[in-house]
C-alpha cells in the first residue's frame, strides 16, 4: 500500500523533533534545589539528558520502521 505525502511529512516532522529534543533539557528547580553536591547534581543532569537521548532514539527508530 502506497503511503500518503501528508503521511511522510508528518514522520518526517516527528524524526526532526526527536532530533531537536535531544538538543535542550528542562531541568525542573526541585531536582537543584535537592541536590547540594555539584558533582552529583551533574549525573544526575547527565542521566537525564542520556535518557532523553535514547528515548528519542527509540522514537526515532520506531517512526523509521513504520515507512517499510
Not at 511529512?9 to 537543584?32: D, T
Amino acid at each position: 500500500m502506497k503511503v500518503n505525502t501528508d503521511t511522510l511529512m508528518y514522520r518526517k516532522q516527528m524524526i526532526e523533533m526527536a532530533n531537536e529534543a535531544k538538543k535542550q533539557l528542562v531541568i525542573p528547580a526541585s531536582i537543584i534545589l535537592n541536590e547540594s553536591n555539584d558533582m552529583e547534581l551533574g549525573k544526575i543532569i547527565r542521566g537525564i539528558y542520556n535518557q532523553r537521548c535514547k528515548d528519542a532514539d527509540v522514537h526515532i527508530e520506531y517512526i523509521k520502521s513504520l515507512e517499510n
